[in-house]
């Protein structure tokens, strides 16, 4: 996921909200643009937690830090193309590299991300419609990021009218790999305790030692 922001972030075609909300607070306050994604993701999950008065679970944590810290590490690495085709090819492959990355961290079922969380958070307090909920929350953040000083283009609404189909697209296929390597290891631990049950000739269930 993190891979896919600075793709759209280096194509410099313009950025999904919520990072034209970090793009924003770094031009204004300073720090890098990783660290805002944490910063703002921790307000968001204190957030969240007043609301439902309960504890995040671990994922949303994990979803925080790492986003953040690979962001940065990404942009070392990742430049800004020469050529005008060059960086919408780039922006097109962020968003989808985008859908992966949120695919993959919501197939294990370890919690939604900060921002997912509270939005979940929202719409089963006030009543309204999910995408009701995400768009003004969308909204309200890039209008505040614009504010600051944050890259609003031609990707924020590529990414803003796609990103809900790649996910639809990606996610049934994430899902399907993380099932598979949980169930391959479920096997493994239960082969090293001894304890896996396999079919034999007969089809009558055995243990296998």
């Avoid at 590490?73 to 193309?81: D, E, G, M, W």
């Amino acid at each position: 996921m993190s891979l896919g922001i600075v793709l759209m972030i280096e194509a410099n075609l313009g950025v999904a909200p919520w990072d034209v909300l970090h793009i924003g607070l770094t031009k204004q306050i300073g720090l890098t643009v990783g660290s805002w994604s944490i910063i703002v993701g921790f307000c968001i999950i204190a957030i969240t937690s007043i609301i439902t008065k309960e504890w995040p679970q671990f994922g949303a944590f994990f979803n925080m830090l790492l986003v953040g810290v690979f962001i940065d590490i990404f942009r070392i690495f990742i430049n800004t193309p020469a050529t005008t085709i060059g960086q919408y090819v780039m922006l097109l492959i962020g968003v989808i590299v985008c859908g992966y990355g949120i695919g993959l961290y919501i197939a294990p079922k370890c919690g939604a991300g900060p921002r997912d969380s509270l939005m979940i958070a929202i719409t089963e307090r006030s009543g309204w419609k999910v995408q009701h909920v995400r768009f003004v929350m969308e909204i309200v953040v890039l209008i505040i990021g614009w504010v600051l000083g944050g890259p609003v283009f031609i990707g924020t609404i590529v990414f803003s009218v796609t990103i809900g189909n790649v996910v639809g697209f990606t996610l049934p296929q994430c899902q399907r790999l993380v099932d598979g390597m949980i169930e391959r290891g479920i096997k493994v631990e239960n082969i090293d305790k001894g304890t896996l049950r396999v079919n034999d000739y007969d089809g009558v269930s055995k243990e296998a030692r």
